[in-house]
């Protein structure tokens, strides 16, 4: 019997050594994402490793996908990694929006592929992405608490969402009906355990919200501060709370660890935020100090101003062309003007006389007869002559004779 177990532990180990790649295929790629918050338009550096870290292995890409229905998520290749990639590292360019991201590898021929890794996510603060995730009460810190719920709300244009938790401790997210209470599009949080975790919510389409950060805490004093960024510009106001207690006095408030506020006043105003702005927040009231948070300042699009130095080129450029252009319409539209003229005025053929000179035509019909007797008629269509006859006086002309047309019909008879 003990040779019969040994000779199968041998076939066993021979089997296992020839197959290598089988059971290195069996591992599970592990994926690093950089960096894990972004800002907008950022590049995302994802680095995926094997537990073997021999050569040969040729890496894949994926986005994760929220699969509602099995309650985790499909793998889409991402562009330009279909065909695999001999680095272990991938860049994606312009990341906007929160997304979950997937590697494995493979090696052989044929490939024997690695399991996928475990999702890893970016996320994105922009309060105003395709689809939205708000928060009731409106903060980022709240009590540990059996009787006062946190209230988590997804809204966008799909009608199935889920919430998802990663908890800062951790390696892996959760979902909402692992910690909470998930009622349509909305997650519904009791915690009695203090943490602070990353939450954003997830659809069947493949959207992702923008992310928020939010504490949990056994202590008795809270920050109150908002749990989206503030644009810059806006007003904002953080207060200090105390477990059991909504109106205080005497805070004190800090920025970075720097005192900013030390008097009766129970809320901290700023008026217009700055990028300075941005930084560490924390409140102190009767010998206690509160949780520090984060307040994130998201900047104003700089677009107009970027723009300015153009316009200072291409405005004087075309009013210079509109000038131009109104210069040649006004020369043409005089040029044709004296065209018109020039065609509407009759230059008299005799320019010597003077208004006063009168012009009086005389048309003769004349009738020729020759020696024979034979008269010969002249039509004036075929042989009509005409003398234009200037009549005037050697002196003043009468308004009558201005006036008057002659016309005289002359036969001449021929003397031979």
């Known amino acids: 019997m003990d040779h019969t177990l040994l000779c199968v532990l041998s076939v066993l180990f021979l089997w296992g050594s020839g197959h290598e790649n089988l059971w290195s295929a069996a591992s599970r790629s592990v994926l690093t994402v950089s960096p894990s918050w972004l800002s907008s338009g950022e590049s995302v550096n994802l ?96 009590f540990t608490s059996l009787f006062k719920s946190v209230t988590l709300n997804c809204g966008g244009n799909s009608a199935k969402w889920r919430v998802v938790e990663f908890r800062e401790s951790g390696s892996s997210s959760f979902l909402c009906s692992t910690w909470g209470t998930m009622s349509g599009s909305s997650c519904t949080i009791n915690s009695l355990q203090s943490h602070k975790s990353v939450y954003w919510c997830e659809s069947g389409s493949g959207e992702f919200s923008n992310a928020v950060n939010i504490t949990f805490q056994y202590e008795d004093l809270l920050l109150v501060s908002p749990v989206h960024p503030v644009t810059e510009g806006a007003s904002v106001t953080l207060g200090c709370r105390l477990r059991g207690e909504n109106q205080l006095s005497n805070v004190f408030f800090y920025h970075n660890d720097k005192l900013i506020q030390s008097d009766s006043r129970a809320e901290l105003n700023i008026s217009a935020v700055s990028q300075s702005d ?93 020696s024979g007797n034979k008269s010969r008629h002249c039509e004036p269509e075929e042989g009509a002559v005409y003398s234009n006859v200037r009549v005037g006086s050697a002196g003043r002309s009468s308004p009558a004779a201005a006036d008057a047309a002659v016309y005289s019909e002359v036969k001449s008879t021929s003397g031979y």
């Open 47 to 142: 680095s995926c490793e094997v537990k073997d870290s021999s050569a040969g292995w040729r890496f894949y890409w994926y986005q994760a996908v929220p699969y509602l229905s099995k309650k985790n998520y499909r793998y889409d290749s991402l562009p330009g990694s279909i065909s695999g990639t001999v680095e272990n590292s991938f860049i994606i360019h312009g990341q906007k929006h929160t997304a979950g991201f997937a590697c494995r590898a493979g090696r052989g021929n044929p490939e024997d592929l690695t399991h996928y890794s475990e999702p890893k996510f970016v996320w994105s603060a922009d309060p105003h992405p395709a689809a939205s995730l708000s928060v009731s009460p409106d903060r980022e810190q709240h």
């Open 278 to 370: 941005e930084g560490f927040y924390k409140c102190e009231h009767s010998g206690k100090v509160s949780p520090q948070s984060w307040m994130v300042v998201k900047a104003v699009s700089r677009r107009v101003s970027s723009s300015f130095p153009v316009l200072l080129v291409v405005g004087p450029v075309c009013g210079v062309v509109l000038v131009v252009l109104l210069l040649l319409l006004c020369l043409f539209v005089k040029s044709t003007a004296t065209s018109n003229l020039n065609d509407s005025v009759r230059i008299p053929e005799d320019p010597v006389n003077d208004a006063n000179d009168d012009q009086h035509v005389t048309y003769s019909l004349l009738e020729l007869k020759n």
